[in-house]
């Protein structure tokens, strides 16, 4: 039996926190989830879709983009991130400019255990690299994607905002 | 193959107030070199990055020219990058590649493939506005003001003399650099950025 969420995360709620949080670019590669957040950005003329080969060069290219006056926000599943250890590191957490990450959190769930190691590790790894994190899942949790940006730019770090709805309708 | 620092002799009357990015073994000669220190900024901090963030950099600011000197090893690390580039296609964005064969600060070992790869092919094809290849300084210098001219991405591959470092670290001679972070707010100033 498929399992019906009260209220999703709307793709809406997440460009309006975009917007009310001066975003001006949304360095990316898209997953097969988030085709519909992808249409509904692709559509706002205020925001500049970067698209990107690898997860490594987003956390790059957000660097140039700040050095040059811009707010940008790097959206990339958890398996992506992982793969940028060493751009998190040095391009990110080293420059000291505030950052939100948008992670699409694969495989995790409220419900039963874990089996994809994608998102066992996702947690950890955020962890080891001393970045704070907040969990979205339904449209009520909209405001922490405000609060996420509040404490980059207070702390001027990097700072994960992981979409836990991603499996079931995050996108639709 | 030519020396890196008659490459950029040659480059610096046509930089035009360009943003200038150099790295790898054969970028410390442009501070040498430039007139506008300024303009001349850091943003090394991954190997392989510093492409991507040249490329934030001519996004984020369209009317300045962004010149980047990328090595072929750090370009190999993330050879992606090159569609990236053309798929946005940033008219402001010049990237050199200053292509040695090898990896000079490691003591000297080839790159794959060192001596058989088109760089400049790869990004012609991977949709660059226009791509050139120079294996000696006379028709580097012959060309680098039309090069300069022209609307981006360009990419302009160059074979460059190695100048490989084989001494243990801690006795290579240490000149000194301006950090990242002074660079960048040096930058940000010059360009009226605050914040």
């Avoid at chain 2, 000079?104 to 012609?124: C, E, F, L, R, W």
């Avoid at chain 2, 791509?131 to 022209?150: C, P, R, T």
């Avoid at chain 2, 360009?154 to 084989?166: D, G, R, S, T, Y």
Wanted: proline letters at 5%; glycine letters at 10%.
């Amino acid at each position: 039996m498929v399992h019906q969420q009260a209220a999703l995360l709307k793709p809406e709620t997440m460009v309006e926190e975009f917007q009310k949080n001066g975003v001006t670019h949304v360095v990316t590669i898209p997953d097969s989830e988030t085709n519909y957040l992808y249409e509904l950005m692709k559509d706002q003329p205020w925001l500049d879709l970067v698209p990107a080969s690898r997860e490594g060069e987003t956390f790059a290219i957000a660097l140039g983009l700040l050095v040059g006056g811009k707010t940008p926000v790097v959206l990339v599943q958890n398996t992506g991130m992982m793969e940028s250890g060493d751009s998190i590191r040095g391009m990110a957490l080293d420059s000291g400019f505030p950052l939100v990450m948008v992670i699409g959190y694969r495989g995790w769930t409220r419900r039963g255990v874990i089996s994809d190691s994608a998102a066992r590790y996702t947690e950890p790894f955020l962890n080891a690299m001393g970045i704070n994190y907040y969990l979205v899942e339904h449209d009520e949790d909209g405001e922490r994607i405000s609060i996420a940006f509040e404490e980059a730019k207070k702390n001027k770090c990097p700072v994960a905002v992981l979409v836990g709805d991603e499996y079931h309708g995050f996108n639709r | 193959m030519f020396q890196a620092e008659d490459m950029f002799k040659a480059f610096e009357p046509h930089r035009d107030n360009s943003i200038v990015i150099a790295t790898g073994t054969s970028g410390r000669h442009w501070r040498d070199v430039s007139q506008d220190e300024a303009r001349d900024l850091s943003l090394g901090g991954a190997m392989g990055q510093t492409t991507s963030a040249a490329l934030g950099l001519a996004l984020a600011q369209p009317e300045e020219k962004v010149v980047l000197f990328d090595s072929e090893g750090a370009l190999l690390m993330n050879m992606g990058i090159i569609a990236t580039i053309a798929g946005k296609g940033p008219k402001n964005f010049y990237h050199f590649l200053m292509d040695n064969e090898c990896y000079a600060t490691t003591g000297g070992q080839p790159v794959p493939n060192a001596q058989d790869i088109n760089y400049a092919g790869m990004a012609k094809e991977a949709g660059y506005v226009a791509a050139y290849s120079f294996d000696n300084l006379e028709e580097f210098s012959n060309n680098v003001e039309q090069i300069m001219k022209q609307e981006g991405p360009v990419f302009i591959a160059m074979k460059m003399v190695p100048e490989i470092e084989n001494a243990p670290i801690g006795l290579r001679e240490r000149r000194p650099t301006r950090g990242r972070g002074e660079t960048i707010d040096t930058l940000r100033k010059e360009l009226g950025l605050t914040g």
